[in-house]
Every structure is written in C-alpha cells, then in structure tokens.
C-alpha cells in the first residue's frame, strides 16, 4: 500500500462534517479529532512548530535543507467534509485495474455509477479506482489533499538529502461552510506563497474562482383559517414561491458551465405564517457578481411594495472574492506548477475554479494561493470516486513544485 493511499483511507475513517450556521469554529468538534491526529503524525515525522490553536487549525514546519536564499512555501488543505451528504462511516471500495465500464457500488441497493453519466471515469481505465457503496460520500474533498501534503511531508522529513527551502503546512476547518480562513494565522504562518490542493482532476490548475455571497430570505406571511383567510391570509411558501420565480431561470447551477454564474435555491422551507430561502449567489464578474445581488433586492423592494412592508426580509453577505487579481502579480506560482506538471507527464488544465476555495480569502490576506488538483470527481455526493494512481502523481507533483522553488533564481 502506498503512503499517500494508507493516509488517505486513515483520514476518511474520521467523520469531520461541517455544519452551516455555527457561530464556533470549527462548527463541528469532531474535525479536531482528525487535527489532533495529523498533528501526532507530524510529530512522529519529525516535523517542527507543529501546533492545533483553538480553532482546530493544524500548523507545521519542514526546515530547510539548504542555505540558498528560497521564498517560504506552504501547502495547504480542509479536513472538513461538506454538510450536503454524510461522511459518516466511510465504506471505501477499490475497483483494481478497473475495466472502463459501469461500477456497481452497492449490490444491495442496486447502485451503479454509470460511464454515461460520469465520463471521466474511463479516463482512468486500467487504473485502481476508490469509490464509496453509496451510503456516504468518500471525502476526498479535501481528505485527498490533506493526504497527499502529509505523504509529501514525509517524504521530504525521510530524506534530508533533498535541498529545499522552508516549508509550511497548514490543515483547516471549515472551508465547506465558507469560514476555513476566518482565523488562519496569516502572519503566523509565514510563508510567501503557497498553493491549496484541493481540486478535482489530475492536471487542473486553478487561480480564477467565483465571487461569492449567501442570500437569506425570511418571508413573514399571516396564517388564517383556510375556511375564513379569503383577503386576509399571506401565505408565506406562496410568496416565497413568487420571489424565487422572479429570478432568471436560465440563471440556475443547472444550465450554466465555464465563467457563467449563477443564484443556487440551497434549501426552502417554511409555513403559511413563516419560509425561509437560502441562497448562494455567483459568479466570476465581480460586475455581474453585485448586478445578481442588486437583482435580489429589486426583488425583495417590489414584493415589499406589492404585500405589506416587511413582508420580505433579504439578507445578502459577501463570502469570498475571485483571486484572480491577487495572483496576477504572482503568475510564477502558475508558471512553476505547469512546468511542474509537464515535467512529469501531467496535461496542465488552467481552469477558472466553479466555486470557492481557502486560497480565496488568503489570497485577499496577503498570501497569494493558486489551486492544485487533488485528482477526486463529483465530490459533496454518493458517486464520488478518485483514482489512486491520480494520488500518487499530486504526490510526486507537490515534490517537483518544492524542487523548482529551490531551482529558481
């Protein structure tokens, strides 16, 4: 068993679910299980400055192995899981030298991942695919990432011999519900530059990203007898029905790929007297990004006129900003992970990020922070899968990357 692989099934045994809408950090106490644990693995290496501060954030040091003058890098990756499906009691299946057809992952259930929904699975034909039975998701996002910078570290604390400069890791809590950079140690953390890994596909490369907000829609209606409500009732699912059909259509997750943003109905839910609508809003534009949520407000100002004042209650909070602008200025850090990549036998795909990721709002904090691949699909859901070889090649990346840092001049 490979390193990265042994890691990797070790971390997706702890269940580290976030949860949406906790004032505490990490949201759920569970994640500081996983934390603790990388920590003792970090020490057992041999690692320097390894620490777990209160909020569960993990921080450790690989010193240098050489006096060249080499900027500080980090590798940084989420333990957490998304809250949208449960990681809870991970059963991972390997699928050996998978054959290129249709994996069925639960005989009981029936359930099969079919190449024609998912074709990227024949990508890796011939390869050894972990995949879940369906219960759970398989928490390669970002249990994958963390993973492989831990098989990284260990490498490079097993061979001194190899020169390179200092280098930082971090591990965080809660990047699935937006807040895994509310309190990362910036300063602390000391690096110059660093890069997430935590993206999808061998070869995805990423340093564009949406900007993003929630929406929260409190819709106040007035419960009557249905046998006596005729000009008194407001029903208020019916008048949250109407807000979000005043929202373009065409404007939804489903229809839209590449740069195109969108307005996501995350959950509804409510009664004639109360309903509440969450949304989260997108887009790449940062123009379009403030048109979506001005729309949003000539929504909530209309019904407000067309119902009782108060009716509609929006409340709209800005998540994090497209890094695009942060990296620019820093475009080596691209330039070294496609050299990287092709050097060995890696397709560089430069793509804009349809989400959001830590490196996000670092970035804005003075850490420029492009994204790596960490080789896992169709994450946050049941028909999650990674390839282990795709893990081993982000190891032997995360390397390669470390040893033209060194090279530069």
Known sequence: MSQVLDNF???????????????AVPSTEKQRVLAMELASQLKAMKAENVMVDEHSYVYATIPATTDKAVPVLGFIAHMDTAPAYSGAGVKPQIVKNYDGGDIQMNKETGLVMKTSDFPDLLKYKGQDIITTDGTTLLGADDKAGVAEIMAMAEYLLS?????????????????????????????????????????????????????????????????????????????????????????????????????????HLDSMFGTVEEARLDYIIRDH??????????????????????????????????????????????????????????DIGIEPMVTPIRGGTDGARLSYEGLPCPNLCTGGYNFHGKFEFIPIQSMEKVVELLLKIVEKFTERE
């Open 9 to 23: 099934l070790k971390y997706i045994s702890f269940d580290t679910q976030s949860k949406e809408d906790m004032e």
């Open 159 to 263: 061979h001194p011999e190899i020169p390179h400069g200092t280098i930082r890791i971090g591990f965080t809590p809660d990047e699935e519900v937006g807040r895994g950079a509310d309190f990362f140690d910036v300063k602390g953390f000391g690096a110059d530059v660093a890069y997430t890994v935590d993206g999808g596909g061998l070869g995805e490369l990423e340093y564009e990203n949406f900007n993003a907000a929630s929406a929260r829609i409190i819709v106040h209606g007035s419960s009557i007898h249905p046998g006596s409500s005729k000009g008194r009732m407001r029903n208020a699912l019916l008048m949250a029905m109407e807000f979000h059909n005043m929202l373009p259509s065409a404007e939804n997750p489903m229809y839209t790929e590449g740069y195109e943003g969108f307005y």
């Open 285 to 342: 534009s940062k123009e379009r990004f403030e048109e979506k949520k001005a729309f949003m407000e000539r929504v909530a100002e209309y019904l407000n006129k067309r119902y009782p004042a108060g009716t509609i209650e929006l409340t709209l909070k800005d998540s994090y900003y497209n890094m695009k602008e942060k990296i620019q200025p820093h475009m080596y850090l691209i330039d070294v992970a496609k050299a990287s990549m092709e």
